[in-house]
């Protein structure tokens, strides 16, 4: 009985500073406003594509900016 609640504390305190750990990394880790390659790489796509594949992304690309279709 004995060993089996100091196993159960073990781990307890091993789940405890697991979970510290990961909000410490978490909570360090420097966030990225902007990344300058994603736009760079999606333009150097669009000109890699024919005409007609490049109109179907730049309406997809619209769509994500604004699902509901409206144009401003």
Known sequence: ???SSSLAVFF?????VSAFTLAYIVL???KKVYDP????AFHR????LSDISRQKTRS???E???????NN
């Open 1 to 3: 009985m004995l060993a």
């Open 12 to 16: 307890a305190a091993i789940s405890i």
């Open 28 to 30: 360090t880790q420097e």
């Open 37 to 40: 390659h994603g736009p760079v």
């Open 45 to 48: 796509h669009l000109e890699a």
């Open 60 to 62: 997809q690309a619209r």
């Open 64 to 70: 994500m900016q604004d699902p509901t279709g409206r």
